[in-house]
């Protein structure tokens, strides 16, 4: 009886679609419980890259049972979009349920979040898919849940509440022509075909699957530092990805948690705007980006890239009780001649240890860095940590040492046989 969260531990792309894949194979439930279609999380298998934005990356498991739970806002175009590319790719989505209670994505959200940003002065370069907007009303008490497409009758009562509010804002502050509801409900009940067989209580489901000792995956979006109280406020997004967030975003009780598993790249990425204290604008970053191929999935946006930030990790090991970390695209590294940690930062002479509130503050902060040698050999074969260069070794260590938590997997390429599983998560 197992109940894993997996969260990332920095500001998203992690290689939580590549460690939840991985971590699949001997789970029978794989949930995501938060974000929407922002994500972009990526599953090599073979020759094969798949590409996942709602569905659980434990599809690719003809046996593993995969919801979309209740704390996700879903954009039902996508999600038929997403089905059709895996039946294209002779993917089965049978075992794919979807909770009634989750929030849809509607057309005016995806249209607000671009006009929102544009107007926006300090601009959070969100993904465009409507999530902020979404969850907005979902808060505000006028969203329209998955079991509202159920009959016209409901969708249509459900956008009586929001659209006139919705159109007088697109009309009056954004010189929008606004939205017709017929189209909308035309065009959304197109998709009950796909939709209304899938949907049901996902909790209940889960909650079932414990009871008979079934090993369940809660698969995070984001990430801790795009997490909408824990994050680089207002460079977030609009849910929680910290394991807090996964008890009420799939309907569990949070004692039902057994462990939580942080993945944490080898170094640090961002895709959006934001202070970034370790970042590297220089030929080590660019190269870093290059060997990681650090472009968004979603977006297809350059990704950021600087050392590993081990103040904000010791904040994601605090926020999330991380039991264990799985660390991914150490090979990345494998090039680099030294390698630098960000142990601690500088904040106008004094040493700070813990990852501030105040954007001001992070924004003045200076990298505090250990120097630690490089390896300058290939790990990506490398099937057994204590087989890793000495050098890699030293680095692992010394990172555990920093953050105070245990490196329990450890990856070296986008495949699932480039993966170290240093101590077992499911039985
Ligand atoms: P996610 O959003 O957390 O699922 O991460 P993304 O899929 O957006 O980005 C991670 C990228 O790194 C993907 O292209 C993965 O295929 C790739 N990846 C994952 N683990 C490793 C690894 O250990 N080494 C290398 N080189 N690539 C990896
Ligand atoms: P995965 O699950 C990286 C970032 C966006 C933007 C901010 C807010 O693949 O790790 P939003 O559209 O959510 O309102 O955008 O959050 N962002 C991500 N960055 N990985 C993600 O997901 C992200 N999802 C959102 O770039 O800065
Ligand atoms: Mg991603």
Redesign the pocket.
Same mark, same amino acid.
């Given at each position: 009886m197992t109940v894993v969260a997996l969260v990332?531990t920095q500001w998203? +792309?992690?290689?939580?679609?590549?460690i939840t894949d991985v971590l699949a194979s001997k789970a029978d439930v794989v949930v995501r419980y938060q974000g929407g279609n922002n994500?972009?999380? $990526?599953v090599?298998v073979g020759d094969t $890259?798949y590409k996942l934005h709602l569905i659980p990356?434990g599809i690719l498991y003809e046996g593993t049972t995969c919801l979309i739970g209740n704390g996700v806002v879903v954009d039902p175009q996508v999600l038929c979009g997403e089905i059709d590319y895996l039946h294209r790719g002779g993917i089965s989505t049978a075992n794919l349920y979807i909770s009634e209670r989750a929030h849809v994505i509607m057309p005016y959200h995806k249209v607000l979040d671009r006009l929102e940003e544009e107007r926006r002065v300090r601009k959070i370069g969100t993904t465009g898919r409507g999530i902020g907007p979404a969850y907005v009303d979902k808060y505000m008490r006028m969203g329209v849940r998955m079991l509202d497409l159920k009959s016209r009758e409901s969708l249509e009562q459900a956008l009586d509440q929001t659209l006139p509010l919705k159109n007088e804002i697109l009309q009056n502050v954004y010189g929008h022509p606004g939205f017709r509801k017929e189209e909308i409900v035309d065009e959304y009940l197109g998709y009950r075909k796909t939709i209304l067989p899938l949907l049901t209580d996902t909790s209940l489901l889960v909650y079932q699957a414990r009871q008979a000792g079934q090993g369940v995956l809660l698969e995070g979006?984001q990430g801790t530092f795009l997490d909408i109280d824990h994050g680089t406020y207002p460079f977030v997004t609009s849910s929680n990805p910290t394991s807090g967030g996964a008890a009420p975003g799939v309907g569990i009780g949070p004692n039902h948690i057994d462990q939580v598993i942080g993945?944490v790249k080898a170094y640090t990425t961002r895709v959006g705007e934001g202070p970034f204290v370790s970042e590297l604008n220089d030929a080590i970053g660019d190269l870093i980006r290059e060997? #990681?191929?650090e472009y968004?999935?979603t977006t297809g946006r350059a990704r950021r890239c600087g050392w590993f930030d081990a103040v904000m990790i010791r904040y994601a090991v605090r926020v999330n009780g991380l039991t264990g970390l799985a660390m991914?695209?150490? +090979?990345?590294l494998d090039a680099l001649e030294d390698i630098r940690v960000c142990v601690a930062y500088e904040y106008r002479g004094e040493r700070l240890e813990h990852f501030p509130a105040d954007l001001n503050v992070l924004r003045e902060c200076k990298p505090v860095y250990a120097e630690l040698s490089g390896w300058k050999e290939d790990t990506t074969e490398v099937k057994d940590v204590t087989d890793l260069p000495a050098e890699a070794q030293a680095y692992l260590v010394f990172l555990e040492e920093q953050v105070g938590c245990p490196i329990q997997i450890v990856?070296? #390429?986008?495949r699932r046989d480039?993966t170290m599983l240093l101590h077992p998560i499911f039985r």
């Open positions: 990332g998203g +792309d992690e290689g939580k679609g590549k994500a972009g999380h $990526t090599v $890259t990356s979006a993945v060997r #990681g191929r968004g999935t991914t695209l150490l +090979d990345v990856s070296v #390429g986008p480039q």
